[in-house]
């Protein structure tokens, strides 16, 4: 939508405000003296609408939230109807509808074993309990020796201070480094990693030999095993074999080790099944669920652990076993209340199904980059896919950071409509579930233009 000089420019006027008073996250503020800044006044399906009316295919989801499109209907009247009985109460001593209802309903979804279902507001604070929670079981158990964490190399579990030292994304951690517990570094399962003619599958099983290894140099001091299972999302949407958790269920049981599955990125159907997790089989110890728990709607994060993490807690009052963790909004009505739309969504048709149709078109659609001379691969977990630009595909050789090739590509989406978020050099899709077969098209049209542009001068 053009405007001539003399009308007003509503998305320069909100940005102009903006400006005035906003700390935007993960953002260098200093980049909007030249890069401009999005206002977004609606949306609406896969869609984003800014306050001059130019539209933008939400191609990330709003940094992964966003399930069913923007204001859904059926969640935003069951938000609608929760507003007008309960807004809030307090979970302590008191319980309501929403949070029992949709307690029951994540036990029946995820695995075999999560029984017991603990509320927290977002991703990292979910992080935040599990890693509690599982230095406080051994505690109670009488092993105060376990309090070290292992996680994988190039993993991201988020910002908190406690999920931020169990990731080993540099950028992010680098900083607060003298603020953080140690934890252990396990290498990586990544399928880019592995040798020529290893298979992704053998690959994940060496790796996991070599997690062991790192146990049993520290058997007793360990609690918990970490990991986003399938994609390391935050990590350049690193990908790797379900073998790698068939293994790591079986080694953290030899070691009497916690399994903590992250699957706040990658959980509600993401990788083609609605739990990665069911991909290898395996149940883990903690489940952490969050963004897309709610749509997209409200913050909203849980932690799903066994009957015997809950049975090591319960006990009477003056043994001070209880878990004392908390935050005020924790199991909010009208989050719940989105929340269980949101699986009611899941329940009225066959999503994953669907999806699967979805991400075949998303892949065909990229084919023309097989042979790019810097796209070194491109790869794909359900509704997840990443094309890696490199300097030159046959070496691998990266291009320096400092390059900034990722943001040629956000711009120029941008000018196209379509929302782009590059992890550095890593272009990738994470669309609503509500995305056509048009949309894809324009998403992978777009995506191709802007890799041909980011790459021109190698």
């Given at each position: 939508?053009?405007?001539?000089?003399?009308?007003?420019?509503?998305?320069?006027?909100?940005v102009a405000r903006d400006l005035d008073c906003?700390?935007?996250?993960?953002?260098?503020?200093?980049?909007?003296?030249?890069?401009?800044?999005?206002?977004?006044?609606?949306?609406?399906?896969?869609?984003?609408?800014?306050?001059?009316?130019?539209?933008?295919?939400?191609?990330?989801?709003?940094?992964?939230?966003?399930?069913?499109?923007?204001?859904?209907?059926?969640?935003?009247?069951?938000?609608?109807?929760?507003?007008?009985?309960?807004?809030?109460?307090?979970?302590?001593?008191?319980?309501?509808?929403?949070?029992?209802?949709?307690?029951?309903?994540?036990?029946?979804?995820?695995?075999?074993?999560?029984?017991?279902?603990?509320?927290?507001?977002?991703?990292?604070?979910?992080?935040?309990?599990?890693?509690?929670?599982?230095?406080?079981?051994?505690?109670?158990?009488?092993?105060?020796?376990?309090?070290?964490?292992?996680?994988?190399?190039?993993?991201?579990?988020?910002?908190?201070?406690?999920?931020?030292?169990?990731?080993?994304?540099?950028?992010?951690?680098?900083?607060?480094?003298?603020?953080?517990?140690?934890?252990?570094?396990?290498?990586?399962?990544?399928?880019?990693?592995?040798?020529?003619?290893?298979?992704?599958?053998?690959?994940?099983?060496?790796?996991?030999?070599?997690?062991?290894?790192l146990l049993e140099r520290h058997a007793g001091?360990?609690?918990?095993?970490?990991?986003?299972?399938?994609?390391?999302?935050?990590?350049?949407?690193?990908?790797?074999?379900?073998?790698?958790?068939?293994?790591?269920?079986?080694?953290?049981?030899?070691?009497?080790?916690?399994?903590?599955?992250?699957?706040?990125?990658?959980?509600?159907?993401?990788?083609?099944?609605?739990?990665?997790?069911?991909?290898?089989?395996?149940?883990?110890?903690?489940?952490?669920?969050?963004?897309?728990?709610?749509?997209?709607?409200?913050?909203?994060?849980?932690?799903?652990?066994?009957?015997?993490?809950?049975?090591?807690?319960?006990?009477?009052?003056?043994?001070?076993?209880?878990?004392?963790?908390?935050?005020?909004?924790?199991?909010?009505?009208?989050?719940?209340?989105?929340?269980?739309?949101?699986?009611?969504?899941?329940?009225?048709?066959?999503?994953?199904?669907?999806?699967?149709?979805?991400?075949?078109?998303?892949?065909?659609?990229?084919?023309?980059?097989?042979?790019?001379?810097?796209?070194?691969?491109?790869?794909?977990?359900?509704?997840?896919?990443?094309?890696?630009?490199?300097?030159?595909?046959?070496?691998?050789?990266?291009?320096?950071?400092?390059?900034?090739?990722?943001?040629?590509?956000?711009?120029?989406?941008?000018?196209?409509?379509?929302?782009?978020?590059?992890?550095?050099?890593?272009?990738?899709?994470?669309?609503?579930?509500?995305?056509?077969?048009?949309?894809?098209?324009?998403?992978?049209?777009?995506?191709?233009?802007?890799?041909?542009?980011?790459?021109?001068?190698?």
């Amino acid at each position: 939508m053009d405007l001539s000089m003399n009308e007003r420019n509503p998305n320069a006027e909100m940005v102009a405000r903006d400006l005035d008073c906003v700390w935007h996250p993960c953002t260098q503020m200093k980049d909007h003296e030249w890069l401009p800044m999005v206002p977004i006044r609606r949306g609406a399906g896969a869609w984003l609408e800014d306050f001059n009316g130019r539209r933008y295919l939400d191609a990330i989801s709003s940094w992964w939230v966003n399930l069913f499109g923007h204001a859904n209907p059926v969640i935003g009247n069951a938000v609608r109807r929760q507003l007008e009985t309960l807004e809030h109460v307090m979970l302590a001593g008191f319980t309501h509808e929403p949070v029992v209802e949709l307690s029951e309903r994540l036990v029946a979804a995820t695995p075999a074993g999560l029984d017991r279902v603990f509320y927290a507001d977002n991703g990292s604070s979910a992080v935040e309990v599990a890693l509690k929670m599982s230095f406080h079981y051994w505690l109670n158990q009488g092993e105060p020796g376990r309090q070290r964490f292992v996680a994988l190399e190039n993993s991201y579990h988020g910002e908190t201070l406690g999920a931020l030292a169990v990731g080993d994304v540099g950028l992010y951690k680098d900083t607060y480094r003298p603020l953080l517990m140690e934890c252990l570094l396990a290498p990586s399962p990544d399928a880019y990693l592995r040798e020529a003619g290893e298979s992704p599958a053998d690959f994940a099983r060496r790796r996991a030999a070599e997690l062991e290894a790192l146990l049993e140099r520290h058997a007793g001091e360990v609690c918990a095993v970490i990991v986003e299972p399938l994609v390391q999302c935050a990590g350049h949407m690193r990908m790797y074999d379900p073998a790698y958790l068939v293994e790591l269920r079986a080694i953290c049981d030899r070691h009497r080790v916690h399994l903590i599955a992250d699957e706040i990125a990658v959980g509600f159907g993401r990788t083609g099944t609605m739990f990665a997790c069911e991909q290898a089989g395996i149940s883990p110890d903690f489940m952490c669920l969050s963004k897309g728990l709610t749509g997209g709607f409200l913050p909203l994060s849980a932690v799903l652990t066994s009957e015997d993490v809950y049975a090591a807690f319960y006990d009477d009052y003056t043994t001070l076993r209880a878990f004392l963790h908390s935050h005020s909004y924790t199991g909010n009505p009208l989050a719940c209340a989105a929340a269980l739309a949101t699986l009611d969504l899941f329940a009225a048709s066959d999503v994953l199904e669907k999806n699967r149709a979805r991400a075949a078109a998303l892949r065909a659609g990229v084919a023309a980059l097989e042979d790019h001379p810097h796209v070194a691969e491109i790869r794909q977990a359900g509704m997840i896919l990443a094309m890696e630009m490199v300097r030159d595909a046959r070496t691998r050789e990266p291009y320096p950071w400092q390059e900034r090739r990722g943001l040629k590509v956000y711009q120029h989406a941008l000018e196209k409509g379509v929302l782009l978020r590059p992890l550095a050099h890593v272009v990738y899709f994470m669309p609503p579930y509500v995305i056509d077969e048009e949309e894809i098209a324009l998403l992978t049209r777009t995506a191709i233009e802007g890799i041909d542009v980011a790459t021109r001068e190698a």
